[in-house]
């Protein structure tokens, strides 16, 4: 567990959890967004979990991981949360996760998984929850690549996914952004489509319309509900992964105006 905790902290913090790709670490993913000068800026608290574990890669496969409070890489992202509100008075009503890559799947999964301890997710570049449930291991080298190739379910079955990880849980659910380059090879757009499916039946928040050239003239804007809950972007040309954008990840969170 890595913390960047800037000179002057709010009162009750925000806490975003930033996940690395495959292969990467806590400290290259500390330097690979602005966050850290957005928290300079707005008070609040980042957390840089790494695992050293699959090549690096975030534990999205496994049954402990993919089921409440029974363990893998997500109950330990959990505690860091919980060690760090405890620590620093942060406001547990604005906990946050975000990643690339692997970082972006499990993004998804703690999504499905702990919906009583995040408020909204920012997946770049990932899979939906429970994509990798029963794969060997979730890396590139896997010998089992259909979720990454764009494994498909209905909405009804991913939203199960969902459910069945935190059996009997009725509280809110936390409201997701998901970018995806349309140019992915490694993971493919269709990952993306199948997030959105199932957070689109999890939330309960059909597809309303697509706004093209938002944020910007490579992307188009996917809007489900009133756009509060859910909205995916969809790079022409963009490879693996989708690069952050701050402002956009930030302001759905809430965290700037």
Known sequence: MYIYVPDKVSAKPAIIVALHACGGTAQQWYSGTK??????QNGFIVIYPGTPNMNNCW????ASSL??????????IVNMVK?????YSGDASKVFVMGTSSGAMMTNLLAGSYPDIFE????YSGVAHACFAGAPSATPMSSNQTCAQGLQHTAQEW???VRNSYPGYTGKRP???IFHGLADTLVRPQCAAEALKQWSEVLGVPWAKNNTGVPSSQYTQMIY?????????????????????????????????
Do not use: C, W
């Open 83 to 87: 060690y760090s509100l405890d620590k």
């Open 59 to 62: 534990d999205v496969n496994s």
């Open 175 to 177: 409201r997701m952004q």
């Open 35 to 40: 966050l850290p000068s957005y928290a300079d």
């Open 225 to 257: 509900g009133d756009g509060t809950k859910l909205q995916g972007y969809f790079g022409q040309g963009v490879g693996h992964t989708a690069p952050v954008n701050e402002q956009l990840m930030l302001k759905f969170f809430g965290l700037i105006s």
């Open 159 to 161: 939203a199960n996914f």
């Open 67 to 76: 089921t409440h409070d029974k363990g893998g890489d997500a109950l330990g």
């Open 120 to 123: 909204a997710g920012s997946a």
